[in-house]
């Protein structure tokens, strides 16, 4: 499957402009995202619904803040959809992956509803870099660690990290 994910990042890196933090965020979930995928062998088209998800997963973030005056996930999950949506559909992505990508956008705070690896790797792969950049501290990673992380990949990662 050729994908469209340097085409996505251009346009997030352009959508959130100078933002360099919020940028940042975006491409190191993506590559852990990419990382742990390849590395648990997702088929092709999960792989690639997880990079795009992992790029724009925090898409609402903007409008969550413009609106609320909060970041909060629950308005993110609320706002990021419909902008990920339009996004997507302006480069041409098929509409069964902007869908799926839409989902994990719209759910990517909701732990509890976990319906798949692309799902799965994606909350495993955000918690990766907000452990860092929120300098959660190890006793509150453990617990991280045993209730939301499955794949062997993202224990290894998160260990060999943080623990």
Do not use: W
Not at 23 to 48: C, D, M, R, T
Not at 64 to 75: D, I, L, R, V, W
Not at 83 to 96: F, G
Not at 137 to 152: A, G
Request: net charge negative.
């Amino acid at each position: 499957m050729i994908g469209k994910t340097s085409e996505v990042i251009e346009k997030m890196i352009s959508y959130y402009n100078s933002d360099v933090r919020r940028i940042n965020h975006f491409l190191k979930v993506h590559s852990f995202a990419k990382s742990i995928g390849e590395l648990e062998k997702l088929n092709e088209e999960i792989q690639y619904i997880l990079e795009i998800a992992a790029i724009v997963h925090d898409i609402g973030i903007k409008v969550s803040e413009q609106k609320y005056n909060s970041s909060a996930g629950n308005y993110q999950e609320i706002e990021g959809p419909p902008i990920a949506k339009n996004m997507l559909l302006q480069l041409d992505i098929d509409e069964d992956i902007i869908e799926r990508v839409c989902y994990l956008v719209g759910h990517h705070h909701t732990y509890s509803t976990i319906d798949g690896m692309d799902y799965q790797i994606l909350i495993e792969s955000d918690f990766l870099v907000n452990i860092y950049e929120d300098n959660i501290k190890s006793e509150q990673i453990k617990l991280i660690k045993d209730k939301y992380f499955r794949t062997e990949t993202g224990i290894k990662f998160l260990n060999n990290m943080y623990l």
